[in-house]
């Protein structure tokens, strides 16, 4: 088993620039759940989908933030434009939706800085 | 009132001694918690899951729950320098799905 496989580890960019993370879910899981995590605010959902599709989206923080899940083995964050602010670093992560009793599973996260 | 609450230290213990983490949570509904550990740069790693009232053990690391109190905890015993950590609580509350909670992170040093 692989596990949450995320790529870029880490991506600098300019203000205004597009980033586009990416995850690759563990096998078989079908729920996956973006987070980032900052200093200040610790560990905060962004968005999680249940079989490909978006449940709760209501901690994307603005328009700028999109998420895309076209598969089961697959999702993309994309920020555009991006922003200082954004600066932090982005975890996917993967259960198995069915069972209560499943934990999540997080990938190596993210490190994005924008300057 | 957040779902998840743990005091976010630091917690100092010496090398040797147990360290007890604490957790709170706002839904009574909750079947399903979780502790994770988190070394600096790194994801959070799942060490414990318990999902019945009681303790559960392992190695050196016990998870409690009480339901009733709504209250969980984790403790380490024979706490070693590599327990130096944040450690997360979580929760996967029944009423939003498969949505989890966590609370901020309690820091603990382990001091040799």
């Known amino acids: 088993d692989a596990g949450v496989i995320q790529s870029p580890r880490h991506e600098v960019t300019e203000m205004g620039q597009e980033v586009t993370l990416r995850c690759k879910p563990i096998?078989?899981?079908?729920?996956l759940f973006w987070y980032r995590q900052t200093m200040m605010r610790g560990l905060e959902l962004l968005i999680y989908?249940?079989?490909?599709?978006?449940?709760?989206d209501s901690g994307m923080p603005e328009d700028r933030f999109s998420a895309k899940m076209p598969n089961a083995s697959f999702s993309t964050l994309k920020i555009q434009p991006s922003e200082p602010r954004d600066s932090a670093v982005y975890f996917c992560?993967?259960?198995?939706?069915?069972?209560?009793?499943?934990?999540?599973?997080f990938g190596n996260g993210t490190r994005l800085t924008v300057t | 009132q957040k779902e998840v609450e743990q005091n976010s230290g630091p917690l100092s213990v010496p090398e040797g001694a147990i360290a007890s983490l604490n957790c709170t949570y706002s839904?009574?509904?909750?079947?399903?918690f979780f502790w994770y550990r988190q070394y600096s740069g790194k994801s959070p790693e799942l060490i414990m899951s318990?999902?019945?009232?009681g303790d559960k053990e392992d190695g050196r690391f016990t998870a409690q729950l009480n339901k009733a109190s709504q209250y969980v905890s984790l403790l380490i015993r024979d706490s070693q320098p590599s327990d130096s950590a944040t450690y997360l609580c979580?929760?996967?509350?029944?009423?939003?799905?498969?949505?989890?909670?966590f609370g901020t992170g309690t820091s603990l040093t382990v001091i040799p």
């Open positions: 992560a993967s259960s198995y939706r069915s069972s209560y009793n499943s934990p999540l599973h």
């Open positions: 096998s078989g899981h079908n729920s």
């Open positions: 989908f249940n079989n490909n599709v978006p449940i709760d």
């Open positions: 839904d009574r509904g909750s079947q399903s």
């Open positions: 318990i999902y019945s009232n």
């Open positions: 979580a929760v996967n509350m029944r009423n939003t799905g498969n949505q989890f909670y």
